[in-house]
Each structure stands twice: as structure tokens, then as C-alpha cells.
């Protein structure tokens, strides 16, 4: 009778520990059980908070989404949007990459049926702290800048697998846009490091992949101009000023304006000449018009504006629908009850006004250096970080890292199309461009995205024919 009462205990002690992280050990108080309005779907999803400074009171929320089919087979990939001060979970989760968008109305979602969890269990996080609903109890702490970004990134990662052990030993793919050009080879440094010195855990970083992203200033702002002329947004007298009077050398994040007379001033006519009517990180798409957007979500109209099949007043609905609170409490976010609205962008965070200047290619050698592939992509409608400038800093890198070029500059196709041109250097460093995307690659050309992310992660090389038999 002891034995059978004891079983009993053990039994009840054993449901208890189930009900608390779940049968393959993710954290049950972090599941998603449903978002207000979302399509049904056959993937799980988490989301919630992971402390990184607890003396501090610093935590970073995050959303994770398993991949479509065979999440325990695929691998996890992380996404981080730039700006610096900017959402991955509002950029990379509801506008570009993840599984769901925002209805036209505010108040649902709609599926994406170009979600890169289709090839790759994904992960989200809103760094650093005063980004989105991360927080800290501390003050001084939204005073902060690449470095802090990343030692806090490491950690998050670390307390991470210790919600989600299962991906201990997957592999694991570093990936992200604009600014996160500085956030991921940054915390891939701070990956290796630990590496370096750990007798225990170590990071299985499979690879890092990095969309229109700032790689070193003094060449990603002229390339702006470049980009400007090249497209017909300027004038020849405009466009040559900038290029014979304004010594980019010289040019800073803090103080841009330490250039000549002359420079500023065509760099202040080409800025007034483009105005804003012109989406600079899509060019080739319409304009949003918030006041008319706003009215329609509070009327509960399907405010969708579409420009080349594209909802060019997302953001807006995104801001809308996060700001929902039954879409919080789904979500298990705002834990603190911040006093300010979900935003895109944080209008708290104070970030260093110098980083910006940091030269990230050396650490991108080392990461190659590592055996580690790097991918650059580039929107080729961007006039934000255009293609001109990563393409030949990449080409500088690779001459840098004594590398031949092992696929020559050329197409790649996507069902039948050009989706772009690719050329790969010493076999882990690869550029390509996606044809008729933007800043946000997968918001602009969501199938042609997937097609990349999915070569990226599985280690194949993009395809230069139009063989339907190779398509990913």
C-alpha cells in the first residue's frame, strides 16, 4: 500500500513537472494558445520574457514560432531588426518574415504564406532593454550602445536554452537588417568568445546572414547618393557636387555635417529634391498616408493600401493591433505595465550617438576566419544602405581575406525569374542581391526571400539556371 501510495506521489509530481515545461521541455507559461484573430495553423508558438541583469531588473521579451513541419529536425535561426532602437517581434515577426501579418482593420492577422518558418524553427527578440515591451527597472540602463547590445544578447541566448534546452545543440543561424548589420556580427563575436573559453556549453553557430546592412559608414552614405543620381532622383549637377566636393572620409554618425559648405548644401538640395513622397527604403513603392490610415482603423474600415502588392500601411496596423490589450495578454507581453504605447521604434532608449561609426568588416573576417559562412544580401531598391556600398565592401573583405571568387557575378533565378544576381568568394562568403526588394527584403519580395533564406540555411548555393528541378 506504501509502495502504491508513493507511485501515486511520484505520478502527480511527474504531471505537475509536465504541465510546467511541457512534454519536450519548452515552457508551457510561455505558449501562445491563440492571438486575437489569427488563422488557425499547426505550428506552436511562445512568447515572454528572459532576464539578462536581474539585479538591474533588465529583461528582453521575445516570440518564438516553430518551424512548419519537423520543427525537432530544422534548425533555429534569430532575427534582429536595427534601427538601433528598433522591434524584431513588430519588423521581423509581423511585418516581413514570421508567420502572421496584420489584417487591414487592426484588429487581426492574416497568414503569411511566405513565413521563413517554412525552413528554419525562429526566434525574435526585442533588444536591447526600452525596445518594444523589453525592459529595465533601472534607469541608466536605456543609456547603451553595440557593445552592452551584445553582452546582453549573449545572455539572453544562454537563459533562453535554458526555457528551450532541445536547441542546446542545434544549430544555430544569425541573421537580421540595417543596423543589425552591427547587432549580429557583434553578438557572433561575443558567441566565438565564449566558445573560446567555455569548458562546457558551447554555441553551434551555423552560419550568419546579414539583409542591406550598415557595414561602415564613410562608404554605406555615399553609396545613398550614388544610388540617388543612378536612379534619376537627382540632377547631374546634384549628384557630381556630392560626388567631386564631399569627402565621405571624413563623415561621422555623430556630427555628419564636419564636410564642406558645398557638400552640405548639395546634400541638403538632393534631400529636398527626393522630399517625402518617396519611401527611401522602397523606392519604388507608394507612400503611406497616416492621418487617412488612423481614421479608417478607429472606424473600423479595412485601411489596406496596396502598392505593388504590398500593404504599404502596415506599420500603422501593426501599431494598432500590438496596442490591443487582449493582444498583450495573448502574447504574455507588457508584464510591467509600461506607461507608454508599443512602438516600432523606442523613444526611450538613448543609444550611443558613435557606434554607428564602428568598421564592421574586420569582424566579419574573424567570423569567416571561424569557418563560419557569411551571406550579404541586398534589396536592390534601398536607397537607405543600397547595394552599391555592401557589394563593394564585400568585395574588399574578400580580397582582404585573400579569397577567389568561386562563383562568378551573375543571375540567380527564383520560378523562372531572375531573382537576382550572386557572387560567392572563398566558398563562405557570398553577396546577393534580390531583385525588386527593399530595405525589408521579405517584405518586398516575400517568395524570392524565402528562396535565399532557405539556400542560407541549408548550404546551398543559389541557383543560376532555370531548372525547375533545384528550386528551394
Known amino acids: 500500500m506504501g509502495r502504491c501510495w508513493f507511485g501515486g506521489v511520484f505520478i502527480v509530481v511527474g504531471f505537475v513537472w509536465l504541465l510546467s515545461v511541457g512534454v519536450d521541455g519548452y515552457p508551457v507559461e510561455d505558449l501562445v494558445v ?20 536581474i539585479k538591474n531588473g533588465r529583461s528582453l521579451f521575445y516570440y518564438f514560432v516553430e518551424a512548419e513541419t519537423d520543427p525537432e529536425k530544422k534548425p533555429l535561426t534569430l ?21 502572421f501579418f496584420p489584417r487591414g482593420d487592426g484588429r487581426g492577422l492574416r497568414k503569411n504564406s511566405m513565413a521563413w518558418n517554412k525552413a528554419s524553427n525562429l526566434l525574435f527578440v526585442e533588444s536591447p532593454a526600452g525596445v518594444g515591451w523589453s525592459y529595465s527597472n533601472t534607469t541608466s540602463d536605456y543609456t547603451c550602445g553595440d557593445a552592452s547590445t551584445a553582452k546582453d544578447m549573449h545572455v539572453f541566448l544562454l537563459n533562453w536554452y535554458e526555457k528551450f534546452p532541445a536547441f542546446r545543440s542545434r544549430e544555430l543561424f544569425l541573421t537580421g537588417e540595417s543596423y543589425a548589420g552591427h547587432y549580429i556580427p557583434q553578438l557572433a563575436i561575443a558567441l566565438l568568445d565564449h566558445n573560446a573559453h567555455s569548458t562546457g556549453f558551447k554555441f553551434n553557430i551555423g552560419g550568419v546572414a546579414i539583409g542591406n546592412p550598415l557595414l561602415r559608414l564613410d562608404r554605406d552614405v555615399p553609396a545613398t547618393y550614388e544610388f540617388f543620381w543612378s536612379h534619376g532622383m537627382i540632377s547631374d549637377e546634384i549628384g557630381l557636387t556630392i560626388m567631386n566636393d564631399c569627402d565621405f572620409d571624413d563623415y561621422a554618425y555623430a556630427s555628419p555635417h564636419n564636410v564642406s559648405h558645398s557638400c552640405n548644401q548639395a ?18 513603392v507608394d507612400v503611406c498616408y497616416p492621418s487617412i490610415v488612423e481614421q479608417e482603423l478607429r472606424l473600423r474600415k479595412m485601411a489596406t493600401k496596396i502598392s505593388q502588392g504590398i500593404d504599404v500601411c502596415m506599420s500603422l496596423e501593426r501599431r494598432f493591433y500590438f496596442n490591443i490589450p487582449e493582444v498583450q495578454n495573448a502574447l504574455h507581453a507588457n508584464r510591467t505595465k509600461l506607461h507608454y504605447d508599443w512602438s516600432m521604434c523606442s523613444g526611450i532608449v538613448n543609444y550611443s ?22 551571406w550579404v544580401f541586398s534589396g536592390d531598391q534601398d536607397s537607405v544602405v543600397p547595394l552599391l556600398g555592401s557589394r563593394t565592401l564585400v568585395r574588399e573583405l574578400a580580397h582582404d581575406l585573400k579569397f577567389q571568387i ?29 531583385r525588386g526588394a527593399a530595405h525589408m527584403v521579405p517584405y518586398a519580395q516575400p517568395s524570392r526571400a524565402l528562396h535565399l533564406f532557405s539556400s542560407f540555411v541549408r548550404g546551398r548555393r543559389l541557383p543560376n539556371t532555370t531548372d525547375p528541378s533545384i528550386y528551394g
Request: overall charge negative; charged content about 15%; hydrophobic content about 35%.
Open 406 to 434: 568561386t562563383v562568378p557575378y551573375g543571375a540567380w533565378f527564383h520560378k523562372g525569374q531572375v531573382g537576382g544576381w550572386v557572387t560567392e568568394y572563398g566558398n563562405l562568403l557570398t553577396f546577393a542581391t534580390i
Open 267 to 284: 546634400i541638403s538640395e538632393a534631400n529636398l529634391v527626393v522630399g517625402d513622397y518617396v519611401n527611401n527604403y522602397d523606392v519604388i
Open 79 to 99: 532575427w534582429l531588426n536595427g534601427g538601433p532602437g528598433c522591434s524584431s517581434v513588430g519588423g521581423g515577426a509581423f511585418t516581413e518574415l514570421g508567420p
Open 34 to 53: 491563440r492571438l486575437p484573430g489569427q488563422p488557425k495553423v499547426g505550428f506552436r508558438q511562445y512568447a515572454g520574457y528572459v532576464d539578462v541583469d
Open 353 to 374: 550617438d558613435t557606434d554607428g561609426n564602428i568598421n564592421i568588416l574586420p569582424l566579419l573576417k574573424r567570423i569567416i576566419e571561424n569557418h563560419i559562412s557569411v
